[in-house]
């Protein structure tokens, strides 16, 4: 399908778009429809997986001091966009016009948002919004309206809660979300919509847990919140959530002491929340977080696609 970007449209006035959620080893893209009550995304996503092997992602500290990809990373990281193109172009057959696009992604972004600067379990991809709009155009794809940047997974998963007709913060006005997937995602929302991380609370991949390993790493299972169907019944991803718990705690505190509102819900989201909500609250699961009454487990699975369109197609100003 190809299409001319509509440059005098008002972004929150495109009725269709596609939501792009790029993870470590996939692309996932669904059809996302705008309503008066608010945004959905109806039926399965179109999801591929792309081949990662011989690839291992160099240590974060390589990273930041600026190590040079490395062949393999390069070759991962082209698959990447090949896949993510290839999930894009599923989603769009049949459409009668060109949608939107929006894509959200795990990993820091380039000092432009436009590409993935590094990445704990992913290939670091510093023109990937660039490269996938390339080669969607060499397949004939131009979106309605071209994607301004790359949003945070976290962020936009909890934009995508707020947004979604059914998003567990709907209406929440001051909030947490965490998003414990093969790393952890978070947000913080104040005033009913999303609010910048403070500056003084680490990132989850970098704070301690008494262990010395920090919240973001495999848990003393030894398998991460993304170890779902396959691990049930053959890991005990009990360790796993008595850690989400005490991160929790420990978010709690942080805020307090920044003297900032408390938070009126927490969601948990992600592969954790969809663990979470297909458990009962008598599970095993839930007994570390039982004594927390504000918290929310969301199996809203297209959170961070349905987010990314939020905030792409937010009114300019």
Do not use: C
Not at 113 to 126: E, K, N, T
Not at 300 to 307: D, E, H, K, M
Request: net charge negative.
């Amino acid at each position: 399908m190809s299409g001319k970007p509509d440059k005098e449209r008002a972004p929150d006035s495109w009725p269709l778009s596609i939501g792009l959620d790029i993870g470590a080893t996939w692309a996932k893209a669904w059809i996302v429809r705008r309503t008066e009550a608010g945004l959905e995304a109806p039926g399965e996503p179109m999801l591929e997986r792309w081949n990662v092997t011989g690839f291992r992602p160099l240590d974060l500290q390589q990273q930041q001091d600026g190590a040079a990809r490395s062949a393999g990373e390069v070759a991962t990281a082209n698959e990447l966009v090949r896949t993510a193109a290839a999930v894009v172009m599923r989603a769009a057959e049949g459409l009668a016009t060109a949608p939107a696009l929006a894509i959200a992604t795990a990993g820091p972004k380039t000092e432009d948002g436009r590409g993935i600067a590094l990445w704990r379990r992913g290939p670091r991809v510093p023109h990937l919004l660039d490269d996938l709009l390339a080669e969607l155009a060499r397949q004939g794809f131009l979106p309605a309206a071209t994607p301004t940047r790359l949003f945070d997974d976290g962020a936009a998963a909890a934009a995508g809660e707020l947004a979604a007709t059914n998003g567990s913060l709907h209406g929440i006005t001051e909030a947490l979300y965490i998003g414990p997937g093969t790393g952890v995602a978070e947000a913080y929302i104040s005033g009913g919509q999303l609010a910048p991380w403070p500056a003084s609370i680490p990132p989850a991949y970098a704070e301690p847990m008494p262990s010395g390993a920090t919240y973001g790493e495999p848990e003393p299972s030894g398998a991460t919140y993304g170890d779902t169907i396959a691990l049930a019944g053959q890991a005990d991803l009990t360790p796993n959530f008595a850690a989400l718990a005490e991160l929790i705690a420990l978010r709690k505190m942080q805020f307090a002491a920044l003297d900032l509102p408390a938070f009126e819900r927490i969601t948990i989201g992600a592969k954790g929340g969809e663990l979470l909500a297909a458990e009962p609250q008598t599970s095993p699961l839930w007994k570390p977080l039982k004594s927390k009454t504000e918290v929310r487990a969301s199996n809203l699975y297209a959170a961070a696609a349905l987010g990314a369109v939020a905030l792409e197609t937010a009114p300019r100003r």
